[in-house]
């Protein structure tokens, strides 16, 4: 490769017959003349390394490219192994805190109710019906208008 290399681009594929990815390293670079230049990564090799050898990098990516290559992996469907993000996250805490409320509030609510049943003050309340079957202190039934088609 003569030149200057500017600028290296991962492009990603998949096809449907195919459940693995094609990644695809590109170059973008000047020529010796300023011209603008297009090179492709060929035939990556294996070379065999020594026990204790330093392991050196096969390429590096910027933070912008690192960011592209996990765009293209988003666009093709692939997810984090980490359920969520922080945002979905940070969404999913608002919803629990709101459902706390909404519990405290109902809770408060049944005790209220629960406190009006015990002291009597609930009987008759509602639709303008009055005192129906009311329980009294001696043990028996409330009454029953005559007339009523009412069941005891």
């Not at 695809?24 to 990564?41: A, F, I, S």
């Not at 330093?54 to 192994?81: C, H, I, K, W």
């Not at 909404?102 to 005192?131: C, F, K, N, Y």
Request: glycine letters at 12%; charged letters at 25%.
């Amino acid at each position: 490769m003569t030149g200057s290399m500017v600028d290296l681009e991962i492009r990603l594929y998949s096809v449907p017959w195919d459940s693995r990815m094609a990644f695809c390293l590109m170059g973008r670079g000047v020529g010796p003349k300023d011209e603008r230049r297009h090179y492709r990564v060929t035939n990556p090799t294996f070379e065999l390394m020594e026990d204790g050898q330093l392991l050196q990098p096969t390429f590096s990516l910027g933070r912008d490219q690192v960011q592209a290559l996990m765009d293209e992996l988003y666009r093709l469907g692939v997810r984090p192994s980490e359920q969520g993000t922080v945002e979905a996250r940070e969404v999913a805490k608002a919803h629990l805190r709101g459902m706390r409320a909404l519990v405290a509030q109902l809770d408060r609510e049944i005790t209220t109710l629960e406190t009006m049943v015990l002291a009597g003050t609930l009987w008759g309340v509602g639709a303008g019906l009055g005192p129906v079957d009311q329980p009294s202190t001696s043990g028996e039934r409330g009454s029953v208008p005559e007339g009523s088609d009412c069941l005891r």
